[in-house]
């Protein structure tokens, strides 16, 4: 009896190795047999040369030597990564892996590294492992043939360092656990009220003054920063370092600078940026004044320079300016901004808002990048064909911005908040409802929107908010997974590939252990109380 049961579980070990690839691909079928790596199997790779020592850094974890590199002879154990002109899309790729060789065909450097991500899903975990204490001499990876490529160009996660600050190395981890999912985009927001976090040459005090929060400094305590000083921020020495190590890994970075709400760091650091009152009204100290002021030709000035200096960091070809909760109640007491609503002929302070969005996009473009923007920007009207758009709150805004024949990227908070509780006992936001894996995987861009507004989504992107992220345990990591394995798939999967049952079976016999391997200290499914 007990022996039929452990020849039952070979026997299911069999069938489903292998069978946990995340995320799915669109066709990956099992072949007899097995590739043994051993000491004299060689690497492969002419046109992709620095994947040689990628490779090899993970051949190393699991049997602590590393592979020779091989020329052109295809009769030998080879791994071989080749450019594959024509046929495949962007990203994507073949991989065929049978007893003799295992050959990689890609259409681009992203396939190719797309290609080793599913590989690495082949081996053994301790791939994942770089401190491993054990090696094997051999090991095998499971013949298969596989075809792949992203249902969506784009992948995304936008991770907020301004409320809670993630230093350089925890946003490079965080940058290698997406890329391993095949997400290729980090929208990084890097300003809001509570931190400026990037390096700014020419206005140097927007990081030696407004990092920084609490006693003595001029931006108060908040988000559980407490009585202490708190904050951190990136040279453009690190920015360079970060953009370059995501750059190997296939995603590309769009800084955010939120603008012109949101801003309550500028304001707070060059007080002239803000608004002046008329009449009777006076803001208090405490009060915060998180918008700059419109009517102020300066800030524009200002803006450009910003602007000018991180177009001149980041290889992205576009440029976030926010636009997100703009408060324009200080543009009402304000002489400057009701001067240039007289002299413009706007009749409300909404009017306004277009015209800053106008100027951002206008400046934005003067220093050769594109404009993105949070959905409130489709209100201004007329905006750059190119200007792309996130819709966060619902899907309508999306349908909205995609009618107003925006590009779009959806991120709709009822699915890709993930600073969202998945349960009642967690802490989080419940603002947008609750945001469970199983929540995140059923997002289907395609059940909101008509085929021909469809094809103005560039793809989707979770949330990272990071007003909680201040206890040690519960941060990024804990909040992000597996909830991004489901966003993954959500941005790569072709939706008739897609089963949550599957989906979870794949998390729960591999993936999650794979997550742990990565060192990330993943949220366990909660119980379930309904
Ligand atoms: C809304 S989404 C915000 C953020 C908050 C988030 C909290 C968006 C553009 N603005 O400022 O952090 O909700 O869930």
């Known amino acids: 009896m007990k022996s039929s049961l452990s020849l039952l579980f070979v026997l299911l070990g069999l069938f489903c190795h292998g069978q946990n690839l995340i995320p799915r691909p669109e066709r990956a079928d099992k072949r007899e047999g097995e590739f043994l790596v051993a000491k004299q199997t060689e690497i492969y790779s002419p046109a992709f040369p620095d994947l040689f020592d990628y490779l090899n850094d993970h051949i190393e974890r699991v049997c602590g030597y590393r592979l020779a590199a091989g020329g052109h002879r295809r009769s030998i154990q080879q791994i071989s990564i080749e450019k594959h002109e024509g046929g495949l899309s962007e990203e994507g790729y073949l991989l065929d892996i049978s007893p003799s060789r295992i050959t990689i065909r890609a259409n681009d450097r992203g396939g190719a590294f797309y290609a080793l991500q599913t590989l690495f899903q082949l081996m053994p975990v301790s791939v994942y492992r770089p401190d491993a204490a054990q090696h094997a001499e051999t090991f095998a990876i499971p013949c298969f043939h596989i075809e792949d490529a992203p249902r969506f160009a784009y992948r995304g996660v936008m991770l907020d360092v301004s409320r809670n600050f993630s230093d350089k190395a925890a946003v490079m981890r965080y940058i290698d656990w997406i890329a391993r999912h095949k997400l290729n985009t980090l929208h990084w927001h890097l300003t809001d009220d509570n931190g400026w976090r990037v390096e700014i040459k020419k206005y140097p005090e927007l990081t030696s003054r407004g990092a920084w929060r609490g006693p003595g400094e001029v931006l108060p305590p908040s988000y559980g920063s407490g009585n202490e000083r708190y904050g951190g921020f990136y040279t453009q020495q690190d920015v360079r370092e970060i953009v370059d190590y995501a750059a190997f890994r296939n995603v590309e970075i769009i800084p955010e600078i939120d603008l012109p709400g949101h801003s309550q760091t500028l304001t707070s650091v060059y ?87 106008h100027r951002l996009e206008d400046l934005v473009h003067s220093v050769g990048k594109t404009c993105a923007a949070w959905n409130e920007a489709v209100q201004a009207r007329n905006l750059r064909p190119a200007t792309l758009i996130y819709g966060w709150e619902n899907v309508d805004v999306c349908r909205q911005a995609a009618a107003a024949g925006q590009p779009v990227v959806m991120m709709p908070a009822s699915y890709c908040y993930i600073d969202m509780k998945q349960h009642p006992w967690d802490r989080g936001h419940t603002w947008a409802g609750r945001v469970d894996v199983r929540r995140v995987y059923d997002f289907e861009p395609a059940d909101f929107l008509s085929a021909e507004r469809l094809e103005r989504v560039r793809g989707v992107e979770a949330a990272q908010w990071a007003e909680l992220l201040n206890e040690p345990e519960r941060f990024a990591e804990y909040q992000g997974y597996p909830r991004l394995c489901a966003l993954a798939e959500v941005g790569w999967t072709q939706p008739g590939q897609r089963d949550w049952n599957d989906f979870y079976r794949r998390l729960t016999s591999g993936h999650l252990e794979r997550l742990g391997a990565m060192g990330i200290r993943f949220r366990m499914f909660p119980p379930q109380t309904e």
């Not at 000035?301 to 997100?324: C, N, T, V, W």
């Not at 009402?332 to 969005?357: D, H, I, Q, S």
């Open 271 to 357: 007080p002239e940026t803000f608004c002046r009152t008329s009449g009777s009204v006076t803001y208090k100290p405490e009060e915060m004044r998180e918008t700059l002021c419109a009517g102020r030709e300066e800030n524009f000035e200002m803006l450009r320079d910003i602007l000018q200096e991180l177009a001149g960091l980041f290889p992205s070809k576009y440029i976030h300016i926010g636009g997100d909760e703009v408060s324009v109640r200080y543009w009402r007491n304000c002489p400057r901004c009701r001067a240039l609503m007289t002299e413009k002929k706007m009749k409300t302070p909404a009017e306004l808002r277009g015209y800053f969005v």
